[in-house]
């Protein structure tokens, strides 16, 4: 144990960097605001861009499926709308108050000697008041969003803009004609071999979308460690290198180095996360003279 306190203490921390998936990952499923999401997001399709409800369930899995968001994939098949227009439709009306202070995951996170950053598909309206209702505004160093991924200027087309090159008419559209039949394309039997239109939206689980998280949090993805509810999200940071946590389940799959049934959990199955400070604080003694001088 001896010689194990100090080779522990001769070594530089494994991590720089925590980035934390929110929905689903710092609060739990059962929450029922992924539930109440889904169903704003087909009442968007419907009631906003005029798809009919017989065909809302299987176009949204398959578009989820595809480019990751179902926004994303609507864009993608040629349905123009704003941005933030969907964003305060889909999580305006969510039931923010079933989201309740969590003082033992803030304790958690503030005791981690990490770089702390949440990376979502949401917005950064829906991040905030998320992480305001779970009182862990206070714990990360930034948010990495929809907006971050998705600047105005570099791939929204604002409304002002349809209107300065269409016609002040154009508002959002239902009704063009270049609309892409993905439950058609699917039908087919060699759909797979065919290519689809891609997506101006930049997300999760895309790689590049990845990649460019990791740009704007300017980390390592070696020294990175990724936490996130989504398997195919879990999989894809794995595939751009970085160490990846799968929470929500105490099941590892392909593409997790570990696997939390919640993120609460995190100190007992990642305790090497806390060691940075347990260098600078010990030097030449064992890990229980070192609990005990925190315990002081
Ligand atoms: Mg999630």
Redesign the pocket.
Known sequence: MEYDGHFRQAQRSKYDCLLF?????LYPLNSGL?TECRKNIEDYMVLKLGIERSKIFEMGNLLYKNYGTTMAGLRAIGYDFDYDDYHSFVHGRLPYERLKPDPVLKNLLLSLPLRKVIF??GDRVHATKVLSRLGLEDCFEGIICFESLNPKDKNNVSSDDLDAVFGASVQTTTTSPELFDIIGHFDQPNAGSQKLPKTPVLCKPSEDAMEEALRIAKVDPQRTMFF???VR?IQSGKRVGLHTVL?GTSQRTKGADFALESIHNIREALPELWEVEEKSEVRYSSKIAIETSVTA
Do not use: M
């Open positions: 998936d929110l929905d689903d990952t992924a979502t598909n996130d509810d989504s999200n929470v």
